[in-house]
């Protein structure tokens, strides 16, 4: 039998139990000013593997104004640090204030681009990595993403299917949208067929890539 996908995702979110009270004034907020956040069930999945992998040093490329950072926050071990990368000022300041608001001291926030950013960490910093920001920096931004992900850690890429777009020829794709596209898939091909590194792709929300690095 072949699965509807949005028929599937519904069926989904309607299983989801409501997010606490705070993150679920959170969404509605970010989804009403346009701010992209994490979709439900991409959250459900990442409170999964956060309670199987218990990472103790979290980095997020993509804070947004900080809905998944606070996610995390809740699935991880009480002495967990979460390090989270935004370029937008505006974003990140709102950030802050989420954090402060939840007395979230294990959050610590980094403005400025991921493409510097991430060249500070020194290697070996994080035992799981989340990136979601710009997907066609993903591929640029990968190399230091190696360095900086112990051995044994894991890296999730969010909305590499690219709203499904990625599984269509580049002549199904508009213009606009192929260089993403192309991008993507080079990112995708590289996950998969890097020495060192164990990926799976898998259908949740907008699609994500799971590496295990050996
Ligand atoms: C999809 S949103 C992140 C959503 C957030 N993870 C959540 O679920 O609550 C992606 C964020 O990445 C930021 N971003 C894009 N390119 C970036 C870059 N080069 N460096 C740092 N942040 C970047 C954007 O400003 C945007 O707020």
């Known amino acids: 039998m072949v699965l509807d996908d949005e028929r599937f995702s519904v069926f989904l979110s309607s ?10 004034k959170l969404r509605k907020k970010a989804e ?25 040093h ?4 993509g ?17 967990a ?17 989420n954090f402060k608001n939840a007395g979230a001291a294990s959050i610590h926030l980094k403005t400025g681009d991921a493409t510097d950013v991430l060249k ?21 931004w990968l190399p230091d993403v190696r360095r900086i992900l112990k051995k044994g850690g894991v890296l999730v890429s969010d909305n590499v299917l690219f709203d499904g777009d990625v599984l269509q020829s580049r002549y199904g794709i508009i213009r606009r949208d192929r260089t993403i596209h192309e991008r993507l898939r080079e990112y995708l091909f590289v996950l998969k067929n890097t020495e ?9 929300g907008d699609g994500a890539a799971l590496t295990f690095k050996e």
Do not use: W
């Open 32 to 56: 009403s000013e346009g701010v992209p956040i994490i979709r439900e069930e991409m959250a459900g999945f990442m409170a999964f593997l956060l309670k199987v992998i218990k990472p103790l």
């Open 15 to 24: 299983l989801v139990k409501d997010e606490d009270e705070e993150l679920g």
């Open 196 to 204: 060192g590194l164990t990926t799976s792709i898998v259908n949740v």
């Open 63 to 79: 804070c947004a104004v900080g809905f998944s950072a606070l996610h995390m926050r809740k699935y991880l071990p009480e002495n």
């Open 81 to 97: 640090v979460i390090t989270t990368i935004e370029n937008d000022k505006e974003r990140a300041a709102e950030a802050l204030s």
């Open 58 to 61: 979290v980095l997020e490329v």
């Open 120 to 140: 500070e960490f020194e290697d070996e910093s994080f035992d799981f990595i989340f990136m979601d920001a710009a997907k066609g920096q993903y591929l640029n």
